[in-house]
């Protein structure tokens, strides 16, 4: 990820842990295909030369989801988080995200379950410690072989 797209990283990180906070609140929520398109489109991006607008249209669309989010589903909007403080397993798992996204980025369908994961795992990267990461991390493979079947 190139340093000018840390605050698009970061303001995914922030959907994830609001989408996950809703998820683990409300039983049975999975959101709709919507934020798992702009969370995929912002992660496929992130090794991209945007523009200044293109990048700050994309933080203030993910940026409104997550206080859409906060609102409909009663949980805190969660900030955007400071990718310059990752380091080790929480930069893998970005990465891993990262190329998971692209992968999926021309697929016509989603999985329901491969967006969770996603959800969760940038959730992940926001909680203090490593040990959500490496449970993501852990089951990085299995996320990978479901996109190939869509």
Not at 131 to 147: D, G
Request: charge should be negative; charged fraction near 25%; glycine fraction near 6%.
């Amino acid at each position: 990820m190139n340093d000018q797209n840390a605050q698009l990283a970061g303001a995914l990180v922030g959907l994830g842990a609001t989408i996950t906070q809703a998820m683990d609140r409300i039983e049975d929520f999975v959101p709709c295909g919507h934020p798992a398109s702009v969370v995929i489109n912002g992660l496929a991006s992130l090794d991209d030369s945007l523009t200044d607008d293109q990048r700050d249209e994309q933080v203030s669309s993910i940026t409104g989801l997550i206080e859409h989010v906060s609102e409909k589903r009663g949980v805190p909007a969660h900030d955007i988080a400071n990718i310059f403080e990752l380091g080790g397993i929480k930069t893998q798992l970005l990465d891993e995200l990262k190329h998971l996204a692209i992968a999926m980025k021309p697929k016509t369908d989603t999985d329901p379950n491969v967006n969770a994961w996603m959800y969760r795992s940038l959730a992940a990267i926001e909680h203090d410690g490593n040990l959500e990461a490496a449970a993501r991390m852990a089951e990085v493979r299995s996320v990978k072989a479901a996109v190939e079947t869509l």
